[in-house]
Protein backbone atom coordinates (compact mmCIF):
# COMPACT_ATOMS: atom_id res chain seq x y z
CA UNK A 1 0.00 0.00 0.00
CA UNK A 2 0.96 3.17 -0.65
CA UNK A 3 0.08 7.21 0.72
CA UNK A 4 -0.73 9.35 -2.52
CA UNK A 5 -0.10 12.82 -3.11
CA UNK A 6 -3.41 15.13 -2.33
CA UNK A 7 -3.61 18.03 -5.12
CA UNK A 8 -4.92 21.22 -3.38
CA UNK A 9 -6.67 23.90 -5.13
CA UNK A 10 -6.44 25.68 -7.32
CA UNK A 11 -4.42 23.10 -9.23
CA UNK A 12 -5.85 22.85 -12.79
CA UNK A 13 -5.23 19.04 -12.13
CA UNK A 14 -8.14 19.01 -9.92
CA UNK A 15 -10.73 20.14 -12.95
CA UNK A 16 -10.36 17.42 -15.23
CA UNK A 17 -12.42 15.25 -16.20
CA UNK A 18 -12.50 11.46 -15.06
CA UNK A 19 -12.87 8.56 -17.46
CA UNK A 20 -15.13 5.27 -16.26
CA UNK A 21 -12.97 1.92 -14.83
CA UNK A 22 -12.98 0.18 -18.11
CA UNK A 23 -11.43 -2.90 -16.29
CA UNK A 24 -11.94 -3.68 -12.63
CA UNK A 25 -8.20 -5.47 -12.38
CA UNK A 26 -5.30 -5.33 -10.24
CA UNK A 27 -4.55 -2.18 -10.76
CA UNK A 28 -8.08 -1.08 -10.05
CA UNK A 29 -7.58 -3.11 -6.06
CA UNK A 30 -4.53 -1.37 -5.58
CA UNK A 31 -5.78 2.27 -6.12
CA UNK A 32 -8.84 1.55 -4.03
CA UNK A 33 -6.68 0.04 -1.24
CA UNK A 34 -4.24 3.00 -1.75
CA UNK A 35 -7.02 5.90 -1.55
CA UNK A 36 -8.38 4.31 1.59
CA UNK A 37 -4.80 4.37 3.19
CA UNK A 38 -4.88 8.13 1.87
CA UNK A 39 -8.01 8.95 2.72
CA UNK A 40 -7.75 7.96 6.49
CA UNK A 41 -4.08 9.02 7.12
CA UNK A 42 -5.34 12.64 6.12
CA UNK A 43 -8.56 11.89 8.74
CA UNK A 44 -10.95 12.42 5.56
CA UNK A 45 -14.40 10.66 5.22
CA UNK A 46 -13.97 10.69 1.66
CA UNK A 47 -11.74 10.71 -1.59
CA UNK A 48 -12.08 11.19 -5.05
CA UNK A 49 -9.54 9.31 -7.38
CA UNK A 50 -9.35 13.05 -9.39
CA UNK A 51 -7.74 14.85 -5.81
CA UNK A 52 -4.51 12.05 -6.25
CA UNK A 53 -4.14 12.35 -9.91
CA UNK A 54 -5.64 9.44 -11.47
CA UNK A 55 -8.44 10.73 -13.47
CA UNK A 56 -10.84 7.52 -13.51
CA UNK A 57 -14.32 7.07 -11.81
CA UNK A 58 -13.15 5.63 -8.34
CA UNK A 59 -14.61 7.35 -5.19
CA UNK A 60 -14.04 5.96 -1.51
CA UNK A 61 -15.99 7.01 1.65
CA UNK A 62 -16.43 5.90 5.42
CA UNK A 63 -18.13 8.10 7.40
CA UNK A 64 -17.55 5.55 10.80
CA UNK A 65 -15.69 6.71 13.38
CA UNK A 66 -13.75 3.97 14.15
CA UNK A 67 -13.39 3.42 10.09
CA UNK A 68 -14.84 0.18 9.52
CA UNK A 69 -17.13 1.15 7.12
CA UNK A 70 -15.55 1.30 3.89
CA UNK A 71 -17.82 2.17 0.77
CA UNK A 72 -15.94 1.88 -2.99
CA UNK A 73 -18.16 3.01 -5.42
CA UNK A 74 -17.44 3.04 -9.08
CA UNK A 75 -18.41 4.36 -11.80
CA UNK A 76 -20.92 5.79 -9.55
CA UNK A 77 -24.11 7.30 -11.01
CA UNK A 78 -26.46 9.07 -9.53
CA UNK A 79 -29.72 8.06 -10.82
CA UNK A 80 -32.56 10.04 -8.72
CA UNK A 81 -32.43 12.97 -6.46
CA UNK A 82 -34.59 14.68 -4.26
CA UNK A 83 -35.23 17.36 -1.60
CA UNK A 84 -32.75 19.79 -0.77
CA UNK A 85 -30.31 20.16 2.15
CA UNK A 86 -27.99 22.46 3.35
CA UNK A 87 -24.62 21.08 5.13
CA UNK A 88 -21.22 22.39 5.73
CA UNK A 89 -18.64 20.93 3.64
CA UNK A 90 -14.74 20.37 3.72
CA UNK A 91 -12.19 19.19 1.61
CA UNK A 92 -9.00 17.02 1.20
CA UNK A 93 -7.95 19.67 -1.74
CA UNK A 94 -9.26 22.35 -0.03
CA UNK A 95 -7.21 22.29 3.46
CA UNK A 96 -9.19 23.88 6.65
CA UNK A 97 -12.23 25.59 4.86
CA UNK A 98 -15.64 24.88 5.86
CA UNK A 99 -18.91 26.28 3.95
CA UNK A 100 -22.54 25.29 3.74
CA UNK A 101 -23.44 24.17 0.39
CA UNK A 102 -27.20 22.94 -0.86
CA UNK A 103 -27.31 19.56 -1.97
CA UNK A 104 -30.12 17.19 -2.82
CA UNK A 105 -31.31 15.74 0.12
CA UNK A 106 -31.80 11.96 -1.07
CA UNK A 107 -29.97 10.72 -3.56
CA UNK A 108 -30.46 6.95 -5.67
CA UNK A 109 -27.14 5.50 -7.08
CA UNK A 110 -26.07 3.03 -9.16
CA UNK A 111 -22.12 1.68 -8.91
CA UNK A 112 -20.27 -1.38 -9.48
CA UNK A 113 -18.09 -2.50 -6.49
CA UNK A 114 -14.45 -3.81 -6.76
CA UNK A 115 -15.37 -6.73 -7.90
CA UNK A 116 -17.01 -5.54 -10.44
CA UNK A 117 -20.56 -6.36 -9.62
CA UNK A 118 -23.92 -3.50 -9.69
CA UNK A 119 -25.29 -2.29 -7.29
CA UNK A 120 -27.72 0.39 -6.32
CA UNK A 121 -27.98 2.21 -2.63
CA UNK A 122 -29.99 4.78 -1.32
CA UNK A 123 -29.05 7.68 0.24
CA UNK A 124 -29.91 10.27 2.49
CA UNK A 125 -28.03 13.56 5.10
CA UNK A 126 -24.30 13.11 5.34
CA UNK A 127 -23.97 10.08 3.04
CA UNK A 128 -25.78 11.79 0.09
CA UNK A 129 -23.67 14.91 1.28
CA UNK A 130 -20.40 12.83 0.88
CA UNK A 131 -21.35 10.95 -2.52
CA UNK A 132 -22.08 13.97 -4.37
CA UNK A 133 -19.00 16.03 -3.35
CA UNK A 134 -17.01 13.02 -4.64
CA UNK A 135 -18.76 12.26 -7.87
CA UNK A 136 -18.37 16.54 -8.29
CA UNK A 137 -14.51 16.03 -7.99
CA UNK A 138 -14.86 13.19 -11.03
CA UNK A 139 -16.39 16.08 -13.14
CA UNK A 140 -13.71 18.38 -11.93
CA UNK A 141 -15.88 20.26 -9.67
CA UNK A 142 -15.00 21.32 -5.96
CA UNK A 143 -17.82 22.21 -3.50
CA UNK A 144 -16.31 26.10 -3.11
CA UNK A 145 -17.46 26.12 -6.71
CA UNK A 146 -21.24 26.81 -5.56
CA UNK A 147 -20.31 29.79 -3.15
CA UNK A 148 -20.29 33.33 -4.11
CA UNK A 149 -17.08 34.84 -5.87
CA UNK A 150 -16.39 36.94 -2.69
CA UNK A 151 -15.84 33.46 -0.44
CA UNK A 152 -13.96 31.96 -3.73
CA UNK A 153 -11.75 34.83 -3.37
CA UNK A 154 -11.08 34.24 0.06
CA UNK A 155 -10.36 30.66 0.08
CA UNK A 156 -7.68 31.40 -2.21
CA UNK A 157 -5.95 33.46 -0.04
CA UNK A 158 -6.63 31.62 2.33
CA UNK A 159 -4.99 28.69 0.63
CA UNK A 160 -1.91 30.29 -0.72
CA UNK A 161 -1.40 31.86 2.97
CA UNK A 162 -1.53 27.76 4.25
CA UNK A 163 1.05 27.07 1.40
CA UNK A 164 3.38 29.40 3.20
CA UNK A 165 3.00 27.60 6.46
CA UNK A 166 4.28 24.07 7.00
CA UNK A 167 3.82 21.84 8.49
CA UNK A 168 0.23 21.64 7.98
CA UNK A 169 -1.80 21.55 10.35
CA UNK A 170 -4.41 18.46 10.84
CA UNK A 171 -7.86 19.30 9.57
CA UNK A 172 -10.36 20.11 12.46
CA UNK A 173 -13.64 18.94 11.00
CA UNK A 174 -14.67 16.16 8.65
CA UNK A 175 -13.22 16.53 5.05
CA UNK A 176 -13.83 14.59 1.72
NI1 LIG B 1 -13.37 17.01 -1.64
Redesign the pocket.
Known sequence: MALLEILHHPDARLRKKAAPVQQIDARITQLVADMFETMYAAHGI???AT?INVHERVVVIDLSEEKTEPLCLINAEIISKEGKMEHEE?????PEYYEKVERAERIQVRALDTAGKTFEMDADGLLAVCIQ??LD?LDGK??VDYLSSLKQQRVRKKLEKLKKQQPKSPASGA??
Open positions: GLAQGCLSVHEHLFAA
